[in-house]
């Protein structure tokens, strides 16, 4: 009913820079929160940055202000802009988001996921 699509991982060296998208599509009434969360190998997903509707942004402490968070509500896509990229920064970065949708008439809040995209920091 609803999807998330990440797009912008890959393969990056220490000190460098990558862009994330999240696209949402399907019948979307309204999207709330947008978010960036990330699992490491051997590691519990962990959150890395939400937006509200109104572009209101919070941070985890480990991006250090290395990372921002944007939207575009017209396109119902939320990025990442990555900068000074650290080996530890390697991990599967999801997307999150609160959906509301209508169906046979009544609103539903659906919490979605994307699949996930691998941003590899290496030299």
């Known amino acids: 009913q609803v999807q998330l699509v990440e797009s912008g991982g890959g393969l990056v060296q220490p000190g460098g820079s990558l862009r994330l998208s999240c696209a949402a599509s399907?019948?979307?009434?309204?999207?709330?929160?947008m978010g960036w969360y990330r699992q490491a190998p051997g590691k519990q997903r962990e959150l890395v940055a939400t937006i509200t509707s109104g572009g209101n942004a919070n941070y985890a402490e480990s991006p250090e202000g290395r990372f921002t968070i944007s939207r575009d509500n017209a396109k119902n896509t939320v990025y990442l802009q990555m900068n000074s990229l650290k080996p530890e920064d390697t991990a599967v970065y999801y997307c999150?988001?609160?959906?509301?949708?209508?169906?046979?008439?009544?609103?539903?809040?659906?919490?979605?996921w994307g699949q996930g995209t691998l941003v590899t920091v290496s030299s």
């Open positions: 399907g019948s979307i009434f309204r999207i709330n929160g």
């Open positions: 999150n988001a609160g959906v509301v949708v209508v169906t046979s008439g009544a609103y539903r809040y659906l919490e979605v």
